[in-house]
């Protein structure tokens, strides 16, 4: 709990049953700075799913972190915040990434009394050390890799980065979640990654998501809705996946009420497509037509 002056309070370690490690973001947009990334996205909607959350993360004092002040947080602090500009029609995204937060090492993970139910490491500009998996045998272990398939260009733009490490990283991991646009549509290296862990989740914008599990993949399919912005809609996807995945077991399941709170989520903006209590309570009921 971080109370007005940006301190953090403690809370029983072994009360959180959601741990996302990432960077929190500003996000560049016509009205002014946003808070993005995957931590605060993801620690949002863990929360609205009723979870007790907690986030280590990295970011400058000055960050404006009050949307998330009702979660516990660890900040290893820096100089500067991890800031993005995104450009996006909901079909292809442009990004441009201008500054970067510290990185966040196993050395920076305290020592739990009881692991968390569900650990998510959520990198979003190749900032998370893979190896804080360790940390957490007793836990599930997500991981939405994206930000470790991201390198940038002389103009500061986001272009692919080939994830040498995932070799070495999705063995040590339980369920990912990748987008197509992740590894640019290439089914070899999609059908390579899904045999290296146990669930594997591709998302395929607007059209849904695959899911992976015991040599066996499904498509499920997204309900149309009036798009208005997809800025965290994957982050959505991951944290009802894997929420909804820790207590069903059914990757199937998860991956239908994943696919319908994501989905809903783009007909609003930014931090106001966190899923409400209506749709969490749909989401869980209501089988998608196909």
């Excluded at 002056?5 to 370690?13: D, E, G, K, S, T």
């Excluded at 146990?198 to 899911?211: D, H, I, L, M, S």
């Amino acid at each position: 709990m971080i109370d007005k002056n940006n301190h953090v309070q403690p809370i029983l370690a072994e009360s959180i049953n959601y741990l996302v490690i990432g960077h929190l973001t500003a996000d560049l947009t016509e009205n002014g700075i946003q808070l993005g990334g995957t931590a605060t996205f993801s620690g949002l909607t863990a929360k609205a799913l009723g979870l007790q959350v907690g986030m280590i993360t990295s970011h400058a004092p000055a960050l404006d972190i009050q949307p998330i002040q009702s979660l516990w947080m660890l900040n290893k602090t820096s100089s500067t915040t991890t800031t993005f500009k995104n450009i996006s029609n909901g079909i292809s995204r442009t990004q441009y990434l201008y500054h970067t937060a510290q990185r966040l090492e196993k050395a920076d993970i305290p020592s739990f009394q009881q692991n968390p139910d569900i650990v998510h490491l959520g990198p979003v500009a190749n900032e998370v050390d893979h190896t804080i998996l360790q940390c957490f045998p007793n836990s599930l272990k997500c991981l939405t890799p994206q930000g470790w398939m991201r390198a940038t260009n002389a103009e500061e733009q986001v272009i692919p980065r080939i994830w040498t490490e995932s070799e070495e990283t999705l063995p040590l991991a339980d369920v990912a979640v990748i987008s197509l646009e992740d590894v640019q549509m290439n089914e070899d290296l999609i059908a390579s990654m899904a045999c290296a862990i146990p669930v594997f989740v591709v998302t395929e914008n607007k059209k849904g998501a695959r899911v992976y599990w015991h040599n066996d993949a499904r498509f499920i399919n997204a309900p149309e809705v009036k798009y208005l912005d997809d800025t965290g809609a994957g982050d959505i996807f991951a944290t009802a996946f894997f929420y909804r995945y820790f207590y069903t077991r059914d990757p199937w399941e998860a991956g239908r009420f994943a696919v319908m709170l994501a989905s809903w989520s783009v007909s609003r903006s930014y931090l106001d497509s966190i899923p409400t209590p209506q749709e969490i309570n749909t989401a869980k009921t209501q089988l998608i037509g196909h």
